[in-house]
């Protein structure tokens, strides 16, 4: 009986090292790695050429993107062991690190935000109960006609409620390893700090040039053993397609109105947009090309970055937006148009959305007066910015009656009004009432 499949595969081929032992287990674990990563590139059309294991002689690198996908390299066993192979959700994490390689080159905080909304995917297919292609059929092949999109989805809610009935009265988090009892949970904290600083410094994007990088992927390319891949089947990709759509419900639930999916042109999502104030870069386009018949489109770009970033709500103060709708605004009186004089066009400006802690890296939401992984305090030069856009955005706008019942932070000098005592950007009290 015919299978429907996939023609357009996201990962080509597969190359392993022929030299090393257990090397079945090397080309199962990258299969693997593909198939667990799969939705999340499926829904930002990101292609790999070739995913390929290596084992450089650098103890520490762990992972290599060569041309924005053309090949993507990944360590799969321990430095001090060739036999052993590394936690499978390690290589995972370096396998969305390098991918996020594929749209952005320096570990700025874009890069940042953007990996971080990638592990926040991954668990989330995860606490469905998504465990790579094969996970309903135990690793057989469903077969047999295509399935519909409505039969798709209910296997899929099928198995993530007995995900979640299996987790019932359990310590474990959905999508997380359990906590076991009497664990200092400071010390969680660091580990997972550690671990996200191990995979960023195991990058060969933040010590090694192009020409270097791709020497290495080379080397590992004439000592490997290339496998193509095989074409996806339909029902496996139509079934991880409704997992996926069962995490974006999640998080349109998490975020409400201001839910943005990620797509070609915003690949972050809601965790990225103007992260740090700065419009995204105009991203250099890959050389790569998906082989015929058919090639992988690159998005058109203007001249003031990627696409379109989602707009959150502007900061100046959540409270002072909430008094002000209620205060009922004067009609407006005629304006005499023809002695004001021409002005210019009025530009929006840049929204601080998070920002990057310098210890830990982890991205924080701009409300956040310190890092909610280490607790380090704020950046200064981040909360002047917060002050500076609110003051900008104070100025654009034009004068109510309720800017006379506010008081401005002499710390921050963020606007509040009167009726609060404490500034909700700096945690001040003001001086007078």
Not at 24 to 37: G, N
Request: glycine share 8%; charged share 25%.
């Amino acid at each position: 009986m015919s299978t429907s499949t996939e023609r357009d595969a996201l990962i080509s081929s597969y190359s392993h090292l022929k030299t090393q032992k257990r090397e079945s287990e090397a080309l199962f674990t990258l299969r693997k790695v593909a198939s667990l990563v799969k939705p999340i590139m499926r829904a930002r059309n990101w292609r790999v050429g070739t995913l390929t294991e290596f084992y450089p002689s650098q103890q520490n690198l762990l992972g290599l993107n060569v041309n924005r996908g053309q090949r993507i390299c990944l360590r799969l066993r321990y430095p001090g062991d060739q036999n052993q192979f590394l936690p499978m959700e390690e290589v995972v994490d370096t396998m969305l690190h390098e991918l996020c390689h594929n749209e952005i080159g320096p570990h700025t905080q874009e890069f940042h935000a953007l990996w971080d909304q990638l592990r926040k995917e991954h668990d989330g297919l995860k606490s469905k109960g998504y465990t790579g292609e094969g996970f309903l059929s135990e690793g057989k092949s469903l077969g047999g006609r295509k399935v519909p999109r409505h039969e798709a989805r209910r296997l899929a809610r099928i198995a993530a409620e007995k995900r979640q009935n299996g987790l019932k009265g359990s310590d474990q988090k959905l999508g997380g390893r359990p906590i076991p009892y009497g664990t200092d949970i400071r010390k969680v904290i660091v580990d997972a700090i550690e671990r996200r600083n191990k995979v960023l410094k195991g990058c060969g994007e933040s010590r090694m040039n192009p020409i270097e990088i791709k020497d290495l992927a080379d080397e590992a390319t004439q000592n490997g053993f290339k496998t193509q891949a095989e074409e996806d089947q339909a029902n496996e990709m139509a079934i991880a397609q409704a997992m996926w759509e069962l995490v974006q419900e999640d998080q349109k639930m998490e975020y409400g109105d201001l839910y943005v999916p990620p797509s070609v042109q915003n690949p972050a999502g809601n965790g990225g947009g103007n992260v740090g104030g700065q419009l995204s870069a105009k991203k250099p386009q890959s050389s790569y090309k998906q082989p015929p018949p058919k090639q992988a489109s690159t998005p058109s770009l203007n001249s003031a970055g990627m696409g379109i970033p989602r707009q959150p709500l502007g900061h100046v103060s959540r409270l002072v937006l909430e008094s002000s709708n209620k205060i009922s605004k004067p009609s407006p009186r005629p304006k005499d148009t023809q002695n004001e004089p021409a002005q210019g066009p009025v530009y929006p400006v840049p929204v601080l959305t998070g920002w990057t802690c310098t210890i830990c890296t982890l991205h924080n939401p701009i409300e956040f007066l310190c890092c909610d992984a280490c607790t380090t305090e704020r950046p200064e030069s981040i909360t002047k910015q917060i002050a500076l856009n609110a003051q900008k955005k104070a100025s654009a706008t034009k004068p109510s009656a309720s800017q006379q019942l506010m008081w401005t932070c002499r710390w921050c000098s963020t606007k509040m009004d009167n009726q609060w005592w404490t500034c909700s950007t700096c945690g001040k009290m003001k001086e007078s009432s």
